[in-house]
């Protein structure tokens, strides 16, 4: 069985069609090399999502690794994408070259007055110091 692709207009097998519920067919009408062309596209328009999407799972959903550290402790996640954006204009992210999000007291749930962007490297010297007792200064 084939269906017509939306976006490339391509004659496709409905194997390379991702499922939608909603749709009568239980199929989506773009098929899968469409989705990652349109993925690819939203998230280099959209980079501070996936900094968004990784906190929001990190703290909400048990099945991530770092849920232990995180959700598991007790940490909460109370940012919008709309703040998140925010603070990657605000931080000029993405002249970074590999921007992280950062709660500046690691001890508080991710809000607005608690988060940051800032380079990964930096990020994870702060987290070793903090492990070890060592209060981090900046610079």
Not at 26 to 40: D, I, P, Q, S
Not at 45 to 64: G, H, L, Q, V
Not at 91 to 119: G, H
Request: one cysteine or more.
């Amino acid at each position: 069985m084939k269906k017509k692709c939306c976006r490339c207009g391509q004659l496709l097998p409905v194997t390379k069609f991702g499922v939608e519920n909603r749709a009568l067919d239980g199929l989506r009408g773009h098929c899968v090399l469409c989705e990652g062309k349109y993925r690819r596209k939203y998230l280099k328009r959209n980079p501070w999502i996936t900094a968004y999407r990784a906190a929001k799972s990190r703290c909400t959903n048990p099945k991530d690794k770092a849920y232990k550290y995180y959700g598991g402790k007790g940490i909460k996640f109370e940012l919008t994408g709309w703040q998140i954006r925010f603070l990657w204009l605000k931080a000029s992210a993405r002249a970074m070259k590999r921007p992280s999000l950062d709660r500046i007291k690691n001890t508080k749930n991710y809000v607005m007055w608690n988060c940051q962007f800032i380079e990964h490297g930096e990020n994870v010297t702060k987290s070793n110091h903090s492990r070890k007792g060592i209060k981090y200064k900046k610079g």
